[in-house]
């Protein structure tokens, strides 16, 4: 999202008394993300990975922001355990499924901004959106702009969280996932805490 385009999403936002919502999807394996721990000096420390078998849990979050309100975060979740005929991820009826369920619990119109990811832009998530128009707004980040998007500052810390769990089973990541997330939902100061870490400029 260029300066004037996020010039114009708070226009938007601000005429319509609208929340401004980001969106970004993240995923985790069985094989734990690197992470740092305590160790005694000289005894670099070892996780043992007791879990068998692959999979996937996917999720997608949201961000929500507008003046004089609390923040929001909001998410789905999807487990993929290679089933066949199973999704691996998600598909574009479950954006548009969590949009409907954030415009609800939101209570009022929406300026998303999410990125060009290919699902992003297909023809059933255009046609919703056109259809639409009269809550909802959207505007796209650049590409690889990770950086302007506060709900890579949430994922940065579900991944630090589950850093060190050598998880038994996928549904142990997926349990560890949503104690996360739902403890991330009290924490008001700490979803502001990841849009000030953008840089973008309006208060929230």
Request: hydrophobic content about 40%; aromatic content about 8%; glycine content about 12%.
């Amino acid at each position: 999202m260029e300066e004037g385009d996020l010039a114009a999403g708070k226009s938007t936002a601000a005429e319509r008394g609208a929340w401004i919502v980001f969106e970004d999807e993240a995923g985790q394996s069985m094989t734990p993300p690197r992470a740092r721990t305590w160790g005694r000096v000289g005894h670099t420390p070892v996780v043992r990975a007791r879990g068998r078998g692959s999979g996937r849990v996917s999720v997608a979050g949201m961000t929500c922001y507008k003046p004089g309100e609390r923040s929001r975060l909001i998410y789905a979740i999807r487990e993929y355990r290679g089933r066949k005929d199973e999704p691996k991820g998600f598909g574009w009826r479950d954006f548009r499924d969590l949009i409907v369920r954030a415009r609800i619990q939101l209570g009022g119109p929406i300026v998303l901004v999410w990125d060009n990811v290919r699902l992003h832009l297909t023809a059933g998530i255009r046609e919703f959106i056109d259809a639409n128009a009269e809550w909802l707004t959207v505007f796209q980040l650049p590409t690889y702009a990770p950086d302007l998007n506060p709900q890579e500052g949430v994922w940065s810390l579900v991944k630090r969280d589950i850093g060190n769990l050598a998880a038994a089973d996928l549904g142990q990541i997926t349990r560890a996932v949503k104690r996360k997330l739902k403890i991330l939902q009290y924490r008001p100061e700490v979803i502001n805490g990841c849009h000030t870490g953008t840089g973008l400029a309006f208060e929230v």
